[in-house]
């Protein structure tokens, strides 16, 4: 059952299949984002935005309210998309223009739309649970055995919390690493002044890498990677991957929020401890397209980068992680 489901349900011949549909000519080496959600766009968070908004974070004063959350001093802010129908069509549109495949997340109907929309294995669509109240261990079975679903992720106990070993948590990860499904869990900060903002019940200690110990030795088949690559805390994320190695990372959320200075220095720290092969691509992507073309820019234009180690993290280290097969993807013509 367990490598029967793999095999037939996870990613084998989902990439590069046309159903028919007429294929576009590929131009661009493919790309592998594997933190995208999928959200119904929302007015009250419809606002443009800077990249690397957090280059500034002078703090508050609880009598005077929250911190800014943003910064919008810049002469390029990013549009969000203004309607459900612009982020799909923006979304399938860099898809074709960057022969990118993203592991998805988020609003099921959305999420739903997308997979339908865009080319066939284009979008593999996650689940996930961050607390025991949210879905039954029955339930999450059921919506891994449908075939629908083919990632525990995103795992975000942080938010509440709740330690990622707390074990209220451990059925839902035995069903995953009984089903070898690979799981994406939050670790790292929520942006300025979260707590203060808009989640009270967020604790930065529970984004520590080390907390993850526990769940590992509990669930040793188990694939795991750590989103926002656990940052700010790189010398536990180092020891941890030196002792597991079956931990990767992605590098979302924070690779355009943060300053551009400190988003190298921690990628360069994290291939210099000799983990190139383990630094994932994701934007951690929510309303605004260009996104996309933002995070990608900074993996492509670090110049302590090789052009292996940036196709590495762009491409070939997502591939190696959810055991998948290059030849699937489409690749330019020479």
Request: charged share 20%; glycine share 8%.
């Amino acid at each position: 059952m367990k490598k029967t489901f793999l095999l037939l349900l996870l990613f084998t011949g989902l990439i590069g299949q046309t159903s028919g549909q007429e294929k576009q000519k590929v131009t661009h080496l493919p790309i592998f984002d594997i933190h995208v959600h999928t959200m119904k766009v929302n007015p009250a968070w419809g606002n443009p935005m800077c990249p690397w908004f957090l280059s500034n974070m002078p703090g508050g004063d609880p009598l005077e309210g929250p911190p800014s959350f943003q910064n919008l001093d810049c002469v390029d802010p990013l549009m969000p998309a203004t309607s459900d129908e612009e982020m799909q069509d923006e979304v399938i549109k860099r898809i074709h223009d960057f022969n990118m495949t993203m592991v998805a997340f988020g609003d099921p109907d959305v999420l739903r739309s997308w997979v339908k929309a865009a080319p066939p294995g284009r979008i593999i669509p996650g689940i996930g649970i961050s607390n025991a109240t949210s879905m039954s261990v029955e339930a999450f079975r059921d919506s891994l055995t449908n075939g629908f679903y083919k990632v525990m992720a995103e795992v975000a106990p942080q938010y509440q919390g709740i330690s990622p070993s707390d074990p209220a948590l451990d059925p839902y990860f035995a069903v995953a690493e009984e089903f070898h499904v690979p799981v994406g869990i939050h670790m790292g900060t929520g942006g300025n002044g979260m707590t203060n903002v808009s989640n009270p019940n967020y604790r930065a200690s529970m984004g520590n890498p080390f907390l993850l110990e526990d769940l590992l030795a509990r669930h040793p088949k188990m694939k795991i990677w750590v989103m926002h690559a656990g940052y700010p805390m790189l010398e536990e994320m180092i020891a941890l991957m030196g002792y597991h190695a079956y931990v990767y990372l992605d590098i979302s959320g924070f690779i355009w929020s943060y300053p551009l200075d400190e988003i190298h220095y921690y990628i360069k720290r994290l291939v210099q401890a000799g983990f190139g092969k383990r630094i994932m691509y994701g934007t951690d992507f929510m309303l605004w397209p260009r996104l996309f073309e933002t995070s990608m820019g900074v993996i492509e234009h670090a110049q302590y980068l090789s052009e292996d180690q940036k196709r590495d993290i762009l491409f070939n280290n997502a591939v190696r992680f959810f055991r998948m097969d290059p030849a699937q993807f489409d690749w330019p013509e020479e």
